[in-house]
T-cell receptor, first 115, second 117 residues
Framework: GAVVSQHPSRVICKSGTSVKIECRSL??????MFWYRQFPKQSLMLMAT?????????EQGVEKDKFLINHASLTLSTLTVTSAHPEDSSFYIC???????????FGSGTQLSVL | AQKVTQAQTEISVVEKEDVTLDCVYE???????LFWYKQPPSGELVFLIR??????QNEISGRYSWNFQKSTSSFNFTITASQVVDSAVYFC??????????????FGTGTRLLVSP
């Protein structure tokens, strides 16, 4: 079964609202999680590295005030898209690293559609 | 800077054909990992393989095999006797450096594989 749970799988919202996406590691602790964005038929682009107990590290070109990341516990990281606009519509995927066997697991993704 | 190139955007084959997906990478690190992931229509990324830069042995797992050649910076993936269920987008990815724990991945643009009956 899945070891990384991501919710919601799909969300439709109005322009100007904020949307929160959760990423949970189900049976292991993840001090570091990653958030990716994927446009239709394109590759995954790393947005930020989420570090438990500290600020996230954002990739160049990613607005940290637009994409708020909170890694409040060793099993949960959240990505909040603030004041969403149609151009934020995309597929967002999180990943978590399991140190026990050094494997990186991905969530099932969240399809965000901003109207 | 690290970069992964998957030159094949889309490949169409008929069931039972063999197919090879190409992956070429660039990195300045001597220590790195290479990955292949499968993304079916459902969207979830499915881990297929991880190979570290010091292990050039080719690997076979059932119908899947991987050919890692540092001399050409390539990590190609072959599916033997393809099946319809193999239809998906396949991503090659690179992670640099032992210090980072090989967690931060840079993905190629993906190759869409269509296997028809």
């Amino acid at each position: 079964g899945a070891v990384v749970s991501q919710h919601p799988s799909r969300v439709i919202c109005k322009s100007g609202t904020s949307v929160k996406i959760e990423c949970r590691s189900l049976d292991f602790q993840a001090t570091t999680m990653f958030w990716y964005r994927q446009f239709p038929k394109q590759s995954l682009m790393l947005m930020a590295t989420s570090n438990e107990g500290s600020k996230a590290t954002y990739e160049q070109g990613v607005e940290k005030d637009k994409f708020l990341i909170n890694h409040a516990s060793l099993t949960l990281s959240t990505l909040t898209v603030t004041s969403a606009h149609p151009e934020d519509s995309s597929f967002y995927i999180c990943s978590a690293f399991r140190g026990l066997d050094e494997k990186l697991f991905f969530g099932s993704g969240t399809q965000l559609s901003v109207l | 800077a690290q970069k992964v190139t998957q030159a094949q955007t889309e490949i169409s084959v008929v069931e039972k054909e063999d197919v090879t997906l190409d992956c070429v990478y660039e990195t300045r690190d001597t220590t790195y990992y290479l990955f292949w992931y499968k993304q079916p229509p459902s969207g979830e990324l499915v881990f297929l393989i991880r190979r570290n830069s010091f292990d050039e042995q080719n690997e076979i797992s059932g119908r899947y095999s991987w050919n890692f050649q540092k001399s050409t910076s390539s990590f190609n993936f072959t599916i033997t006797a393809s099946q319809v269920v193999d239809s998906a987008v396949y991503f090659c990815a690179l992670s640099e450096g032992a210090y980072t724990g090989f967690q931060k991945l840079v993905f190629g643009t993906g190759t869409r594989l269509l296997v028809s009956p």
